[in-house]
């Protein structure tokens, strides 16, 4: 039998979680923005909400994180330490192509080095997610290969049932079962239909682009000029990528005392590539759109065997100049047929 | 013919007779209710131009591109007017010679768009004029004044939950034509002279710094507000200072080319009663 989660047992389910030590998080939009943030009641989720302003990344990655502070005395250096706060959470209601991007992720953060801010964030989150039954002009996961319901990186999916009432509940991990048995006493079973998942228009042709792109041939093609001649260099489309990672480490205090900070950094940013000299190997916007799609489609794929972009398209839905991926890559597709 | 066919024709005509190397206008958006910047370069992809109520952006910044204008010749351009006061504002700042700007201007209503008379930075005066009438734009007035209206602790307060969201992307400052410094000072970090982090300090650091920055050159084309994927207000900053400066000194910014730099002009007989 197949069990149910009723829309209007969402009070109590949030209730005996907290009881059971977990912070609740969801989609929510306050002061004219999407995101998740905790809530208390279900009265404050917004799930209606196809894909927040701002993603899930910032819950395991913040765009600024406190790693030591330091103190450096006559005698010794002192330093202290900050780490994740180390709570149990549950991130209710977040998109599949936001889930998978954390599991695209993963590879990334623990190849050479283990992120401990990173790991300990994913191993104490428990990540519900709601399949898509609606898309937009700007949704392309099935051009990547993934799906509206995409399990990838979730421990729950939900699937809704027509009609708006609640969610089918699979099980997809021990982490989604061991949330999920504190609320068992409020599912229900049901027979009720499933809606069925949104139907999200292939955009472009993901190998031809990847073959397209492999080819050192073009690298410097007038390609890269062209495609991004609008492009401003804003940070926008990798910030709101759930996907892209880098980093900058900061200290801000003194010599003798401060804080070292990770912020978020952007490739789009000249100054990422500026070197202490003055040069600059990425001089001109080309060249850095070029390295952001080159990330990732082929140099992350190629170590990691994954593409690093999970088809959200927030990159062109909040471009200020409409770019974006997927008109690069349905331009790549053309060209190179 | 519509204004769209009229400038079609007049860009197609600028670039067979070599008057311009490039305009740079609107073409169609991913969506249908969107615009994008377009380079055109050639007579045949001037049907490609698009021009109606959805064209909002501010493409003027684009003359700054490093290298341009550098050979001299001519770039015809869609602008609205304060696209024209922002040619007026980097004429008169120096960073490019206004008569190699063509202007194909045009005023945008709420459904439609009508275009303006003169293709040289100098051919709006009257238009500018009533601008300045006008000035501040009332859309906007009830929120400006509500914010005046608050305590200092709770327009504090407002603030800080709108800077709260910035996620220092700089989109408001990509997107601005008046940021056209090559290196700007939070990108200068030999000394670090603002701090990078995004955090509350930070946030209320950038905006503030980009607030005084464009305080009497703000042409309130509404770019950063546009852009900002976060949705902050920044609209009602740079309103704020128009107004003051408007009221200290009798100046709407981007009148003419030769307009002088209200906080950057030196005179004389400037009062100086704040420092002695």
């Given at each position: 039998m197949i069990q149910i989660l009723l829309r209007d047992k969402l009070d109590d389910c949030i209730t005996r979680w907290h009881a059971a030590g977990y912070d609740v998080i969801g989609p929510q939009k306050n002061n004219n923005v999407t995101r998740f943030a905790p809530v208390e009641k279900a009265s404050e989720l917004d799930l209606e909400i196809i894909l927040t302003d701002r993603t899930v990344k910032e819950l395991f990655f913040p765009q600024t994180e406190p790693m030591f502070r330091y103190r450096i005395g006559k005698q010794a250096i002192d330093t202290e330490e900050y780490l994740p706060p180390g709570r149990k959470r549950i991130i209710f209601g977040s998109r599949p192509c936001d889930a998978s991007a954390m599991a695209i992720d993963d590879p990334l953060f623990g190849w050479d080095f283990k992120d401990t801010y990173w790991f300990q964030r994913r191993n104490e989150t428990v990540m519900v997610t709601i399949a898509c039954t609606e898309s937009d002009d700007f949704c392309m996961c099935t051009s990547l290969k993934l799906a509206p319901d995409s399990p990838l990186g979730s421990d729950i999916m939900l699937r809704p049932v027509a009609g708006g009432k609640g969610w089918h509940v699979e099980l997809l991990s021990e982490r989604g079962r061991e949330a999920f048995d504190r609320i068992e006493a409020l599912l229900d079973d049901s027979a009720a239909e499933k809606e069925p998942i949104a139907n999200v228009p292939k955009r472009f042709d993901l190998d031809v682009c990847r073959e397209w792109l492999a080819d050192p041939e073009n690298f410097e093609s007038h390609f890269w000029k062209e495609i991004s001649i609008r492009c401003i260099g804003c940070g926008t489309c990798t910030f709101l990528c759930p996907t892209c990672h880098c980093f900058d480490f900061q200290d801000e205090g003194d010599t003798y005392s401060g804080i070292r900070r990770k912020n978020w950094d952007s490739c789009s940013f000249a100054l990422f590539t500026m070197h202490t000299s003055g040069h600059n190997p990425r001089s001109t916007q080309s060249s850095r759109w070029r390295q952001r799609i080159m990330h990732k489609f082929n140099y992350f794929p190629g170590k990691f065997s994954m593409n690093s972009c999970s088809g959200c398209g927030r990159c062109s839905r909040q471009c200020p100049v409409d770019m974006g991926i997927t008109e690069t890559l349905q331009e790549i597709t053309k060209t190179a047929k | 013919m519509s204004i769209q066919e009229q400038y079609r024709k007049k860009a197609a005509e600028l670039l067979s007779s070599g008057e311009v190397k490039l305009v740079i206008g609107y073409g169609a958006g991913t969506t249908p209710d969107r615009r994008r910047p377009l380079f055109v370069r050639s007579a045949d992809e001037t049907s490609k131009l698009h021009l109606d109520a959805?064209?909002?952006?501010?493409?003027?910044?684009?003359?700054?591109?490093?290298?341009?204008?550098a050979d001299r010749k001519k770039v015809g351009i869609f602008l609205g007017p304060e696209g024209i006061r922002s040619v007026n504002i980097l004429a008169s700042e120096s960073q490019l010679d206004p008569d190699q700007i063509v202007i194909m201007g045009f005023n945008r209503e709420a459904e439609s768009v009508s275009a303006l008379e003169g293709s040289n930075v100098r051919d709006f005066p009257a238009m500018l004029a009533a601008l300045k009438e006008q000035a501040p734009g009332a859309g906007e007035q009830a929120l400006v004044e509500r914010i005046e209206n608050m305590t200092p602790e709770e327009r504090f307060t407002f603030w800080q939950a709108e800077f709260e969201k910035c996620i220092k992307c700089y989109a408001c400052r990509q997107v601005c034509p008046m940021c056209y410094c090559r290196r700007c000072i939070v990108d200068n970090n030999q000394p670090q002279w603002v701090q990078t982090s995004s955090h509350t300090l930070g946030n209320f650091e950038w905006n503030l710094v980009r607030a005084f920055h464009l305080s009497g050159r703000c042409v309130e084309c509404g770019g950063c507000d546009r852009a900002c994927p976060v949705n902050i207000p920044l609209r009602l900053i740079n309103r704020r200072m128009a107004m003051e400066v408007l009221d200290a000194y009798d100046h709407f910014s981007g009148m003419s080319p030769d307009q002088e730099t209200v906080l950057a002009s030196f005179k004389k007989d400037d009062p100086e009663t704040f420092i002695l």
């Amino acid at each position: 039998m197949i069990q149910i989660l009723l829309r209007d047992k969402l009070d109590d389910c949030i209730t005996r979680w907290h009881a059971a030590g977990y912070d609740v998080i969801g989609p929510q939009k306050n002061n004219n923005v999407t995101r998740f943030a905790p809530v208390e009641k279900a009265s404050e989720l917004d799930l209606e909400i196809i894909l927040t302003d701002r993603t899930v990344k910032e819950l395991f990655f913040p765009q600024t994180e406190p790693m030591f502070r330091y103190r450096i005395g006559k005698q010794a250096i002192d330093t202290e330490e900050y780490l994740p706060p180390g709570r149990k959470r549950i991130i209710f209601g977040s998109r599949p192509c936001d889930a998978s991007a954390m599991a695209i992720d993963d590879p990334l953060f623990g190849w050479d080095f283990k992120d401990t801010y990173w790991f300990q964030r994913r191993n104490e989150t428990v990540m519900v997610t709601i399949a898509c039954t609606e898309s937009d002009d700007f949704c392309m996961c099935t051009s990547l290969k993934l799906a509206p319901d995409s399990p990838l990186g979730s421990d729950i999916m939900l699937r809704p049932v027509a009609g708006g009432k609640g969610w089918h509940v699979e099980l997809l991990s021990e982490r989604g079962r061991e949330a999920f048995d504190r609320i068992e006493a409020l599912l229900d079973d049901s027979a009720a239909e499933k809606e069925p998942i949104a139907n999200v228009p292939k955009r472009f042709d993901l190998d031809v682009c990847r073959e397209w792109l492999a080819d050192p041939e073009n690298f410097e093609s007038h390609f890269w000029k062209e495609i991004s001649i609008r492009c401003i260099g804003c940070g926008t489309c990798t910030f709101l990528c759930p996907t892209c990672h880098c980093f900058d480490f900061q200290d801000e205090g003194d010599t003798y005392s401060g804080i070292r900070r990770k912020n978020w950094d952007s490739c789009s940013f000249a100054l990422f590539t500026m070197h202490t000299s003055g040069h600059n190997p990425r001089s001109t916007q080309s060249s850095r759109w070029r390295q952001r799609i080159m990330h990732k489609f082929n140099y992350f794929p190629g170590k990691f065997s994954m593409n690093s972009c999970s088809g959200c398209g927030r990159c062109s839905r909040q471009c200020p100049v409409d770019m974006g991926i997927t008109e690069t890559l349905q331009e790549i597709t053309k060209t190179a047929k | 013919m519509s204004i769209q066919e009229q400038y079609r024709k007049k860009a197609a005509e600028l670039l067979s007779s070599g008057e311009v190397k490039l305009v740079i206008g609107y073409g169609a958006g991913t969506t249908p209710d969107r615009r994008r910047p377009l380079f055109v370069r050639s007579a045949d992809e001037t049907s490609k131009l698009h021009l109606d109520a959805a064209c909002e952006a501010n493409l003027s910044g684009y003359l700054v591109t490093e290298g341009l204008l550098a050979d001299r010749k001519k770039v015809g351009i869609f602008l609205g007017p304060e696209g024209i006061r922002s040619v007026n504002i980097l004429a008169s700042e120096s960073q490019l010679d206004p008569d190699q700007i063509v202007i194909m201007g045009f005023n945008r209503e709420a459904e439609s768009v009508s275009a303006l008379e003169g293709s040289n930075v100098r051919d709006f005066p009257a238009m500018l004029a009533a601008l300045k009438e006008q000035a501040p734009g009332a859309g906007e007035q009830a929120l400006v004044e509500r914010i005046e209206n608050m305590t200092p602790e709770e327009r504090f307060t407002f603030w800080q939950a709108e800077f709260e969201k910035c996620i220092k992307c700089y989109a408001c400052r990509q997107v601005c034509p008046m940021c056209y410094c090559r290196r700007c000072i939070v990108d200068n970090n030999q000394p670090q002279w603002v701090q990078t982090s995004s955090h509350t300090l930070g946030n209320f650091e950038w905006n503030l710094v980009r607030a005084f920055h464009l305080s009497g050159r703000c042409v309130e084309c509404g770019g950063c507000d546009r852009a900002c994927p976060v949705n902050i207000p920044l609209r009602l900053i740079n309103r704020r200072m128009a107004m003051e400066v408007l009221d200290a000194y009798d100046h709407f910014s981007g009148m003419s080319p030769d307009q002088e730099t209200v906080l950057a002009s030196f005179k004389k007989d400037d009062p100086e009663t704040f420092i002695l």
